[in-house]
């Protein structure tokens, strides 16, 4: 059977987080009631006439900054004229010949420190669109407006992707790029961030693309990654059933995890594309751009080296921590209260917290544990207080919301036994409890020693100090040896 | 009831008459003569008479601002608050604004009264007020005629002293050629003298608020209100304006008036040419100094004008589709019936002729030969009159190839119609200021002298006209009707 390898391009569109619209001074606040948020320029209204929010800018000059990308000293914002009822001018404003974001390139991170260059085409600005209600309705459709001249920035990839875990990488890495640089809160429930996928295969050592289908609607990474490995298939399928891809839109659909023909390549609209008379060039300058330049915050890949290099974490730990904006501020808000713990507080993030998060599926930003919590719980274990397996104990006592670390320490008695006196009894019991271990051992096998530490950590119901006990019971028993 | 706005000044001053008596001679002249003129679509006299109670209170108080009392009319492409806009369309039959235009809102910040909206091509989009959904408007001086367009229900109010000025747009000739057939004074400022907010837009690179009256000083009086940077246009130009009342001080000794050789030659009516010459003889004796220029690239205009203008437009129209304001058909079957019916029934043939050829300018595979083409034709154009600039401070050229016509002769006829505009519509490529003032007759109909001023020099075009009527009392004619 022959090899197949699949090209993968992903058009993202990032919701910019600015107080107004792009072209007109209503809110762009999420939820409230249908049209209540569309003024007459968004309602695209007789006479009234786009005027160009200046912060929309300076977001899309940090985000081509922050890929590496040429700046467009004077992009053009050109209509893209369609008709629907959510789109009230009969065109959207848009940018095509002129994008003000040109090429830039973005580094992620595969398996086994593999890692790759995704070249970016470009990134343009334009206004969304409103919404089309087809439920609320019946055998009529509501539109509502407010969404209508929300700023959209819209990321365009080479198709420089191979599997839908590498799209998956790739998204997830723009996906925290904006939200560092403060442009996007990220909310794919919300929409603030959306993936279409353009997909094609072709057989290996092929270079002609093969055709390709751009799957839209896909509002999670689970669902982008899902939908391209449904695509995939389903395009492999036909071709060796000897049929043929067409060129066309498909829409992901969630529920049946199937993706479906929405438009041919024939259905297309054709756009009719012109410069907008209404808008003038956006000039940028050097100065512009050397300004926004300073003002960036540290961005992931920035990050991920300083914890490398000035924190000695694993390749590994700096890109998970990193990865996620949230993540880095959790991160370095507990290191603040032990600079000299990074490598303990990143395996407590990305075990047991991590895993915590997972299983309650909530954000690090929700956790109930805060970096304060969690620096307290191994500032416990750094001074002896608990061993690093009651601390496990604490930190479930934490998470259900029994107090803080110390609290809980203190409430339950889990405090360390360090007392020698009481150690030493306890092994002595042991060992009188335990007589053919004992001449185990001392014939030479020393495995039998794991035995005896884990029924002295039992009767210290875990508390004595492992270390202490280790060291005590291993002189105890070369006592009878000699 | 040929009053100028000066004159209506001076006896508001003296209390030789209250704005509500000169408001109530202008609405009962209105009501006795519109039937025939048919240049108003909307008489506004409750508004009219509340605004000048209001004025005569100011005047009263010490408190008359520029305009204040002086009763005005507006093309209806201006949008205006609560009171209807229908840009001589029955799309916009329905359509009342919640806002004003800029225009709107600066001539009543001055204190002018609003006798009314002015009847027009629908959208703009002719050159004798034939294609008005309210029935064509005549011409004051021979009701057989056309009294221009598309702003010829303005020219013909003020021909007719039905309004002592008006307020019109001009794309290709709009304001200058009706001045012209009407023999009034009309002027068309520098591209982004004044603002295009709550103008309804038809060719956007193009269009332009302008002014109409009986003498160049009250054109430069209502220019004066109008002109300024509007921060809701982002076409409009941040540039000081002048006193334009106060430049009008004499003196033309020494002015270079140019002559386009290309403007004077075949084509033009042999009468005409005759009036335009004793015109230009006028200027000589005035001292100053005419010389011959050229612009090659004139000839170009008419196809460059129909293909910029109509792809503007053909996008501009797309948000009248029956959703949100405006015509709706009865009973749409589905989206499609929705569009098709509403723009079918609610456009008129030349409107749709328009959209038709625009879409098509811009269509894939189009685009390139037709909009480019034309953009960069129009550079070439824009050059021919810097290069013309450098050598003289004024042009002077005919405004109409002939007298008005006769209603219904060149209604089954587009491009004759559209050669009317010839000797205007490159101006308004070039985005140059432009005026018309009554050079004499031809046949008993009035001949207009076009005059062109480089980028911003108003002062300086308002001035040459004025001069003009100083000498002359063509613009004294009256057509008013008994």
């Known amino acids: 059977m022959a090899t197949w390898e699949t090209v993968i391009g992903l058009e993202i569109h990032a919701q910019l987080a600015t107080k107004s619209k792009i072209f007109s001074g209503a809110s762009t606040a999420f939820g409230t009631a249908p049209n209540t948020q569309a003024c007459a320029v968004d309602l695209g209204f007789p006479g009234v006439l786009p005027v160009l929010n200046a912060e929309v800018v300076n977001m899309a000059i940090k985000f081509g900054v922050a890929i590496d990308a040429e700046i467009t000293p004077n992009s053009v914002f050109a209509r893209k004229n369609y008709f629907y009822p959510d789109l009230p001018k009969g065109y959207q404003i848009s940018q095509f ?71 998956v990488v790739y998204a997830r890495k723009i996906h925290a790029l904006v939200q560092y640089l403060g442009i996007c809160d990220g909310n794919m429930q919300e929409g603030s961030f959306r993936c279409d996928a353009n997909v094609s295969v072709r057989l290996k050592g092929e270079e002609k693309l093969g055709t390709r289908a751009e799957i ?42 199937e993706t479906r023909s929405m438009r041919s390549k024939e259905e297309a609209n054709d756009y009719r594309y012109f410069p907008d008379p209404d808008l003038l060039p956006v000039a940028v300058t050097d100065d512009d751009i050397n300004r926004i330049r300073a003002s960036l915050p540290e961005l992931p890949e920035q990050k991920r080296q300083r914890f490398i290099v000035d924190l000695q974490l694993s390749e590994y730990d700096a890109e998970v921590l990193t990865s996620s904006r949230e993540t880095a501020i959790y991160f370095e808000k507990t290191l603040a209260q032990l600079p000299d713990q990074a490598k303990q507080i990143a395996n407590w993030i990305l075990g047991e917290l991590s895993a915590a998060l997972n299983k309650a599926d909530i954000n690090i930003e929700q956790s109930p544990i805060s970096p304060d919590g969690l620096s307290n719980l191994i500032a416990r274990i750094s001074d002896n207080t608990i061993s690093g397996k009651i601390a496990k104990q604490v930190f479930e006592a934490m998470w259900q919301g029994e107090g803080s670390a110390d609290s809980i320490i203190e409430a339950k008695g889990l405090k360390q036994i360090t007392d020698t006196g009481a150690i030493e009894s306890l092994i002595d019991q042991v060992i009188a409890d335990n007589p053919d271990q004992v001449d185990q051992f001392r014939a030479g096998k020393e495995k039998v020693l794991g035995f005896f530490v884990g029924q002295i950590m039992k009767q210290s119901k875990g508390k004595a100090n492992p270390g202490q006990v280790n060291q005590l019971l291993r002189e105890k028993l070369n006592k009878g040896r000699e | 009831m040929s009053k100028t706005i000066r004159q209506i000044q001076r006896g508001l001053a003296r209390g030789e008459f209250s704005s509500i008596e000169i408001t109530q001679d202008y609405l009962t002249a209105i009501k006795a003569h519109n039937p025939t003129i048919n240049c108003y679509i909307t008489i506004t006299d409750e508004l009219a008479l509340q605004q000048a109670k209001t004025a005569d209170e100011r005047i009263a108080a010490g408190q008359a601002q520029a305009l204040t009392g002086v009763p005005l009319a507006h093309k209806d492409i201006f949008c205006t608050d609560g009171v209807k806009t229908s840009c001589g369309s029955k799309m916009l039959d329905n359509f009342i604004a919640p806002y004003n235009a800029t225009v709107i809102e600066n001539i009543e910040a001055s204190g002018a009264v609003m006798l009314g909206k002015t009847n027009m091509d629908e959208f703009a989009m002719g050159s004798s007020t034939e294609n008005s959904y309210y029935g064509p408007a005549v011409n004051p001086w021979d009701h057989q005629r056309v009294p221009g367009g598309s702003s010829g229900g303005s020219a013909a109010a003020v021909a007719a002293g039905l309004a002592p000025a ?27 003298r004044v603002s295009r907010y709550g103008m309804i837009a038809f060719g956007s690179s193009l269009d332009q608020g302008g002014a109409f009256a009986r003498t160049a000083e009250d054109c430069a009086q209502l220019i004066q209100t109008m002109a300024g940077f509007d921060p809701r246009d982002s076409t409009s130009i941040d540039h000081p304006v002048p006193n334009y009342s106060e430049t009008l001080d004499g003196n033309i000794k020494g002015l270079r008036i140019g002559l386009p050789k290309e403007f004077f030659a075949d084509g033009l009516d042999s009468n005409i040419a005759g009036v335009l010459e004793a015109a230009i003889d006028e200027y000589r004796k005035l001292g100053a100094e005419i010389v011959e220029v050229s612009l090659p690239n004139s000839k170009l205009s008419v196809p460059v004008y129909y293909v910029v203008a109509l792809a503007e437009c053909s996008s501009n129209l797309s948000r009248f589709d029956g959703v949100r304001f405006g015509y709706r058909c009865e009973n749409p079957k589905d989206l499609e019936d929705l569009y098709k019916r509403s723009r079918g029934e609610g456009f008129g043939e030349e409107v749709k002729r328009r959209i038709l050829l625009g879409t098509y300018a811009l269509s894939a595979g189009y685009y390139d030969a037709y909009y480019l083409k034309a953009q960069q034709v129009r550079r070439l154009i824009k050059q021919d009159f810097e290069r013309a600039f450098e050598d003289v401070d004024i042009i002077a050229a005919p405004t109409t190839p002939e007298i008005a016509f006769k209603l219904g002769e060149k209604t089954d006829d587009p491009v004759s119609m559209y050669l009317q505009d010839i000797y205007t519509l490159f101006l308004n490529l070039a985005g140059l200021p432009g005026m018309s003032i009554p050079a004499g007759f031809s046949q008993g109909m009035p001949v207009g002298l076009q005059l062109i001023a480089n980028y911003f020099d108003e002062a300086r075009l308002l001035n040459t006209a004025h001069q003009f009527q100083q000498a002359s009392d063509w613009h004294l004619q009256s057509a008013e009707v008994k």
């Open chain 2, 166 to 192: 008006a307020t019109g747009t001009d794309t290709g000739g709009s304001i200058r050629q009706p001045a012209a057939l009407c023999g009034i004074t009309g002027i068309k400022p520098t591209y982004g």
């Open chain 1, 97 to 167: 010949e002129l994008p003000i974001v040109g090429r830039g390139q973005l580094g992620i991170s595969l398996d086994e420190g593999v890692s790759k260059i995704i070249g970016i085409t470009r990134a343009h600005l334009e206004e969304d669109a409103g919404k089309s209600l087809h439920d609320e309705f019946p055998e009529q459709t509501g539109v509502d407006l407010n969404r209508a001249g929300t700023p959209l920035l819209e990321i365009v990839s080479e198709p420089d992707m191979r599997s839908a875990k590498e799209a």
């Open chain 1, 216 to 257: 839209k609607n896909i509002n999670s990474f689970r669902f982008l990654e899902r939908a391209i490995n449904f695509e995939i298939e389903r395009q492999i399928d036909l071709i060796e059933d000897g049929s043929k891809v067409v060129q066309e839109t498909r829409l992901y659909d969630a529920d049946k995890d």
